[in-house]
């Protein structure tokens, strides 16, 4: 499975941003898909993921600004990522989980500066 992440950039404190990751290869159902992001000198932490059925769990400081969503027919999640903060500055991976095997993306650098 390989997965390519876009959206990410520069964008000022407050403002919104959305990132996609398109999973390709060979793909079996059901799978997961979710982000997490490393700032620098931090561990990766969770940012969202989303079940095969739709079920979605978040990062306690991302709950109620970020939302994630899946497009099952194109293999694709999205996080629209809502009143951002400098605290979330950070690399963002996309991960496929499937058949207890899991798959990292390239990471999508998000900047959040005025």
């Known amino acids: 499975v390989q997965l390519q992440a876009s959206g990410g950039g520069l964008v000022q404190p407050g403002g919104s941003l959305r990132l996609s990751c398109a999973a390709s290869?060979?793909?079996?159902?059901?799978?997961?898909m979710g982000w997490y992001r490393q700032a620098p000198g931090k561990q990766r932490e969770l940012v969202a993921v989303i079940g095969s059925e739709g079920s979605t769990n978040y990062g306690d400081s991302v709950k109620g600004r970020f939302t994630i969503a899946r497009d099952n027919a194109k293999n694709m999640v999205s996080l629209q990522m809502n009143t951002l903060k400098s605290e979330d500055t950070a690399v963002y991976y996309c991960?496929?989980?499937?058949?207890?095997?899991?798959?990292w993306g390239q990471g999508t650098l998000v900047t959040v500066s005025s």
């Open positions: 991960k496929f989980i499937s058949r207890g095997t899991a798959y």
């Open positions: 290869g060979t793909i079996f159902s059901p799978y997961a």
